[in-house]
């Protein structure tokens, strides 16, 4: 696993949930076969290829090969992070220690994991109230662990161990009622000549025809995975420059799997079906589209024996509920060691995890996202039909207070629990809901049975200026006009990203107090990784839609998580009254335009 930018992810009741596969409409026939498999697609068929993941919510990754026997450290040393993949992750270690094609390939007799136990595997998903898993067949380092007929370099004729793991957890998953996924490194490959290198090559092993390695491994071995297994989810990593033919053999098995779904990470031109922040969860979810956070538990994605560095259960719980109720799917990352076992904090943490879900997950299941811009208290909101769900994390001291609901209240409860809470309407329609008996520790679920969907007055979000008279235009109040621009990350930490189509823009609304009229200089928080040689975006300030005059040019930070502040050229004069600030791209010489955290306008004297 790795993004290579917070930009973009690049080269991102149980008895209620229905298992079932979606009854699909056919599609109309077409005589050239589009790049994307799913170009021509209906609202309606992808509805119902998208109908159980929808409702999942909640799934298993599981990251296990060769890397699983050093575990993060080789000739006796811990591997740090090295380039694109600064974290050091467990299953990068081939590419952070530089390690030779030959010297790696000596882990495949020391690989032998006699424990492996699809089902037991399998079992803890399920305990945790997931609905899906999604497997490693290949990662970067191009080892696969099932019996491929194209390379020899997989689990069963490299190794000691010869059974398929992938059967046999999808034969776990049928019989326990599970999804079965799988993840597949399309791109990037060290071992196979000429695979992506994720940067410079350090062997010359690695030398090779790139198109080569696309056609004689990266699409047989997807054929044979689609062909032979028959996955509910293919996951690709990292996109690839792929051209249009090679897109199209990479995806030409998608037929013989109906319903299949497949992530935004393939490259070649193939949208994907699902947006797949990694190790964040978007401040606003992603506006009409489908979006999956996918997250380690420790700080590594493959097993490593020195990382300890876990996550709370309540932590993790409360990110699933933070996730649901933003409209998204929660990927939650297993690394079993070389033997085949789970480690023992990651099954008690997914053992948590699951009795909170088994009181509580219809809050999550199959819900839709929460229809209110903010909360008054610590906690977060889903919907189901007529249903409105509050978790509340921290019981507010002053009692629990709801704003803009203006669908009736017919009764309120405790999911867990039944018990029937007080509801008291105040004259300003704001809803109190008594305490309950007893409070969840980790998160309290309210039921609140409508008499019909809800509706919700979004209060509109305007600036007024802080008591030293300037503006502050956060990333989370901005809205977003086009296609790909995004709201990453969460509060103060958020930022606009996504941002690769030069005419979508950020826009806030402010209002000058009358008796105020001021000049302003115009301060942006970014960052970009922008190439050496090229020139950043340039950048131009809008006031109700005409120019301002206020330009600028984002120069490269590094990196898209280091921000830097840049004094925009020109001043800006705003009169009393209400006024939109827009940021547009007047050029976007590089991937794309910048990450932007937040705008201040700053009075001058």
Known sequence: MKRTARLLLLPFGLAALSLKPATVPAQPKTTIRPVDPHADETKAHRDARMKWWREARFGMFIHWGLYSVPAGIWKGQEVPGRGINTQGYGEWIMHNAQIPVADYATLAPQFNPTKFNADEWVSYAKAAGMKYIVVTAKHHDGFAIYPSKVSKYNIKDATPFTRDPLAELAVACKKQGIKFGIYYSQNLDWTYPGGGPSGRRWDPAQQGDFHAYVKNLSAPQVNELLTNYKPAVLWWDIPGDFTPDEARSLTASFGKVPGLIANDRMGGGVRGDTGTPEQYIPATGFKDRDWEVCMTMNDTWGYKVNDHNFKSSESLTRNLIDIASKGGNYLLNIGPDASGIVPSPEVERLAAMGAWMKKNGASIYGTTASPFKKLGFDGRATVKGKR????????????????????????????????????????????????????????????????????????????????????????????????????????????????TNAKDAPSWKIKVPEGSAKTYQVQLQYASES??????????????????????????????????TLTLEGSLKLTPGRHVIRVVALTKPNYGVMNLRRVSLIPTP
């Open 388 to 499: 409105l769900y509050l978790n509340v994390f921290n019981w507010p001291t002053a009692g629990l207070r709801l704003s803009n609901l203006q669908t009736p209240v017919k009764k309120a409860t405790v999911l867990a629990t039944g018990e029937k809470l007080q509801l008291l309407k105040a004259t300003d329609g704001t809803l109190s809901i008594s305490k309950p008996a007893q409070l969840d520790s980790v998160s309290t679920a309210i039921v609140l049975d409508l008499a019909a969907p809800p509706v919700v007055i979004v209060p509109e979000v305007v600036a007024k200026p802080q008591t030293n008279g300037s503006y502050l235009l956060p990333a989370i109040d901005a809205t977003l006009e086009g296609d790909t621009i995004q709201v990453e990350g969460s509060d103060d930490d958020a930022n606009i990203g996504y941002w």
């Open 531 to 564: 190439a050496a040689t090229a020139t950043g975006s340039r950048i131009a300030i809008q006031v109700d839609g005409v120019a301002s005059g206020v330009t600028g040019t984002v120069a490269s930070t590094g990196s898209w998580d280091n921000y830097r």
